[in-house]
């Protein structure tokens, strides 16, 4: 290949279908980068920009350019280029997500462990939320405290009211608690956290990246994708490891080592995540799209003044 030439903002694999997708997601999920410090992910995003302004270093490598893109692309937000933090980014929703969700699986049985748990869920994921927003829509310190507080309010509701409520059902009912309450939170926080792009509308490009304005229908359209995305991620992992818990429970040994059932549920929360958080990220494309016929009548109408039947479609970040 050459290097010359070389274009770094080119997918590497086809972002068009589901497949292509799935490989770059599990490329920059690995949650291994979350351990690399910060001046050696400054080094990979200078020499993205060294290629992006057509120097490249003599003696660079495709593959030296793949990894140095592989990092830039799992640490730096794809809209300002700004650093993320650490506990923000998706190469850490393997190790930040096992562990609380884990724990909000073995510890389902009494309200206040419910409430602490789903407490400090609500936070991890509306710091990750916040992180992962489409940035070209800021939000306010106070718009970020409403949204946190409502979403928490929503799962802690959720969860305590099904926690009662169940008390008399299958045990397996029970501990499905946890999930419906994380889904519901899903629905309400990220949304809220995300509200200036409802409000105000999504910044729309052309296919060449040429702006052409705000669209709140876009913006509706991106989130909702998002909130389907988090629940799938969660779904397998919360719904079927309380089925094989509930199985294991039952056999003598796992009954002499309760001490350790929150650590086993922990590990298997893992196994899932490593698979379902690429999946889920890549269920739709992350540049996505919509047909300038549905757009709101006047940014259609503007599009179709300026440009005729020229441009079909507009294209957005609708955020992870």
Not at 64 to 69: D, F, N, P, R, V
Request: glycine share 6%.
């Amino acid at each position: 290949m050459a290097l010359s030439s070389f274009d770094i903002d080119a997918p590497r694999w086809d972002q068009s279908t589901f497949m292509g997708r799935l490989k770059h997601f599990f490329n920059i999920t690995d949650c291994r980068t979350a351990l690399l410090p910060d001046s050696r992910l400054d080094e990979a995003k200078a020499l993205v920009e060294s290629c992006r302004a057509g120097s490249i270093p003599p003696g660079t490598t495709a593959e030296q350019l793949y990894y140095a893109k592989k990092l830039y692309d799992s640490a730096f937000h794809p809209d300002t280029g700004d650093r993320m933090n650490l506990i923000g980014r998706m190469s850490f929703q393997v190790p930040g997500g096992m562990a609380i969700t884990g724990f909000m699986l073995q510890f389902y049985r009494t309200v206040p462990a419910v409430v602490f748990w789903q407490w400090v869920n609500q936070s991890f994921n509306a710091l990750v939320n916040y992180t992962n927003r489409n940035a070209a829509s800021p939000i306010t310190p106070k718009q970020i405290g409403v949204a946190y507080v409502t979403a928490t309010s929503t799962a802690l509701a959720t969860a305590v009211g099904l926690n009662l409520y169940t008390k008399k059902a299958p045990p397996l009912v029970a501990r499905w608690v946890p999930f419906v309450a994380v889904a519901a939170a899903n629905c309400v926080n990220i949304p809220m956290m995300r509200q200036q792009e409802i409000l105000n509308g999504i910044a729309v490009t052309d296919e060449n990246g040429n702006k052409l304005g705000h669209s709140t229908k876009a913006a509706v359209k991106g989130i909702a994708q998002v909130v389907i995305s988090r629940v799938t991620m969660a779904a397998p992992g919360m719904i079927i490891l309380p089925i094989i818990m509930q199985r294991l429970e039952k056999y003598k040994f796992m009954q002499r080592i309760t001490f350790l059932h929150g650590p086993i549920q922990v590990m298997l929360v893992g196994g899932f995540l490593i698979f379902m958080v690429p999946a889920a990220c890549s269920l739709f494309p992350q540049r996505c799209s919509m047909a300038v016929s549905k757009l709101e009548p006047e940014l259609r109408d503007s599009i179709r003044s300026q440009y005729g039947d020229s441009i079909r479609h507009v294209y957005f970040n609708k955020g992870l």
